[in-house]
């Protein structure tokens, strides 16, 4: 793959206490595709996300995000490469005292200084693009849950950001509505032309929409390729991670021995 | 012993570091005051509105109340006294001071504090745990700016405000419960009231006031903004910030009346 990548990191160390949640990830983000950060619960996925939309400051290691690196930088040029991308939060994250309008409004009052009529149309656009034509007055409490995560999406996108962040978009959704999620994601990085980077540990919908998949585990990078190349890769973590088996390379059961062990430990 | 020791400096260590993240906070928001002359859309006047609307317009009636009862109990309290002097005649004096001094700040803002204080926490905190805030900050926004200084400023407004309607319903109480339950003379009684006021009683009650908004203010929003957990911690913010705006509160009463009737020159 040589495309040019948007996002770059180069050996991400985090670490919590005495936990080292991050060990070194370098990994490259190709533009204008969907990269699908996959692992198990407590790989350090969310927590990587976190860094890279500036939560977050890592111990060591840079991001760098269209060419400039977020470690260390001041809330100033900081707000300025925030302006380059959207993140749509798990639990979509609105302002419930505003309406679905007011709340795809906000980054763009906030931001610039366009009229309020200009404004309505920019929303009523990000809200036809999620599907969601003539719900600008309804507030978040009246919605369904899918129906928040467009309006988060719409929000995210409400100032034609270059990258947009996700984190588990089809969490908590059902089947249908969680791959009208995806179609969302595939259109806007087809039409937009969108870098998108989902973290995910639905294979279904990460098989579907990933152009790339980078696979982590404890903090590192188990593998990174296409869907079919993950799909036919020899690792066995990977494999039982795929298939959802519970025995495999990570055992659920652990030995008496290896159990003992790893009380005495501590 | 050792235990015993160790939990004491434990409790002055945590209160220290608490004591250093309120500086921190009060720092931001003075700064962003100072920067508002100089940078658009700083302060919102929609939200500063909204707010004093919420805390202030809406806590009218339960001061009016409380200011109310107060006065009367204040009466009430002081004749009985003054009746072994024989100088009931001084019951308007004594209330009318004391309440614009000491108990009209004080009433105000122990109520405010258990009204509007808990809810700015339990709000901040809730918008913490729904990733609200990260939210914010991923759009560029500055949470303390789009949160933390409406709030401030409505506060500083509305408190001093209800101040002097809590003064006002508390030489009403008084004046009512004098004449009506314990026949005192109305025209001596009003009389007296205005006699022993002076205009310094009046402008330090103010200056306490507004000291005691800046406290309830920062520390209810900080408790908010470090919520961690779920509804667990939001509650453990609500109860930290009432109980510790309350202590906050008395003290800065005591060094407040020590430094304006001792320290400085009258």
Redesign the interface.
């Known amino acids: 793959m040589q495309e040019k990548s948007i996002i770059s990191v180069r050996n991400l160390v985090k670490r919590f206490g005495n936990r080292v949640v991050l060990e070194g990830i370098t990994l490259e983000i190709p533009e204008g595709k969907i990269s699908v950060i996959m692992g198990g619960s407590g790989c350090g996925k969310s927590t990587f996300l976190r860094h890279l939309i500036g939560l977050y400051q890592p111990d060591e290691g840079e991001i760098l995000i269209d060419g400039q690196n977020i470690v260390g930088l001041a809330e100033r040029p900081m707000n300025a490469v925030k302006r380059k991308f959207g993140m749509l939060f798990q639990g979509a994250a609105l302002f419930n005292s505003l309406t679905v309008a007011e709340n795809v409004a906000l980054p763009i009052r906030e931001h610039t200084d366009l009229s309020d009529e200009i404004i309505k149309i920019i929303v009523k656009v990000k809200l036809e693009l999620v599907g969601l034509t003539g719900f600008e007055n309804f507030m978040p409490h009246q919605i369904s849950g899918g129906m928040k995560k467009r309006v988060a999406l719409a929000r995210a996108i409400a100032l034609d950001p270059k990258i947009v962040f996700y984190d588990e978009p089809g969490a908590g959704l059902d089947p249908i509505t969680a791959s009208m999620i995806d179609q969302l994601i595939l259109d806007l990085s087809r039409k937009l032309k969108i870098t998108s980077v989902v973290v995910s540990h639905e294979m279904k919908s990460a098989f579907r929409i990933a152009d790339q998949m980078i696979v982590l585990h404890r903090g590192k990078v188990l593998e990174v390729g296409t869907g079919p190349q993950i799909q036919n890769t020899k690792n066995p973590y990977i494999r039982q991670f795929i298939n959802g088996e519970p025995e495999g390379a990570i055992p659920f059961i652990q030995t008496s021995d290896a159990y003992l062990k790893g009380l005495l430990q501590n | 012993m050792r235990d015993f020791f160790g939990k004491i400096g434990e409790t002055s260590g945590f209160m220290m570091a608490g004591m250093g993240r309120l500086s921190g906070l009060l720092f931001e928001v003075f700064g962003l005051l100072f920067r508002a002359p100089f940078q658009k ?1 700083t302060i919102q006047l929609r939200h500063l509105f909204h707010q004093v609307v919420l805390m202030g317009v809406d806590s009218f009636a339960i001061i009016c109340l409380v200011g109310a009862s107060v006065g009367m109990v204040l009466a009430l309290q002081a004749s009985y006294q003054l009746k072994q002097f024989g100088a009931e005649l001084y019951t308007g004096s004594l209330v009318s001071v004391s309440v614009t001094r000491e108990l009209g700040p004080l009433v105000a803002a122990i109520v405010l504090s258990g009204r509007v204080g808990a809810r700015l926490a339990a709000e901040l905190g809730t ?1 913490k745990v ?3 805030v ?2 914010l ?6 949470p303390v700016q ?1 949160l933390v200084l409406p709030r401030f400023l409505a506060f500083l407004l509305i408190l001093p405000c209800l101040t002097v309607v809590a003064d006002v319903m508390g030489m009403v109480g008084g004046f009512l419960i004098s004449t009506l339950g314990l026949s005192m003379n109305p025209y001596l009684y009003i009389a007296k009231t205005f006699d022993a006021l002076v205009l310094k009683d009046i402008y330090t009650g103010l200056i306490k006031s507004g000291l005691f908004a800046v406290l309830i203010a920062l520390v209810s929003c900080h408790q908010g903004l470090s919520v961690e957990g779920g509804a667990d911690g939001v509650g453990r913010a609500t109860t930290s910030a009432v109980v510790t705006s309350i202590v906050l509160i008395l003290v800065m009463d005591c060094l407040s009346t020590a430094v304006m009737y001792y320290v400085l020159p009258a």
């Open positions: 859309k918008m729904q990733e609200e990260d939210a900050s991923t759009m560029g926004l500055n789009y």
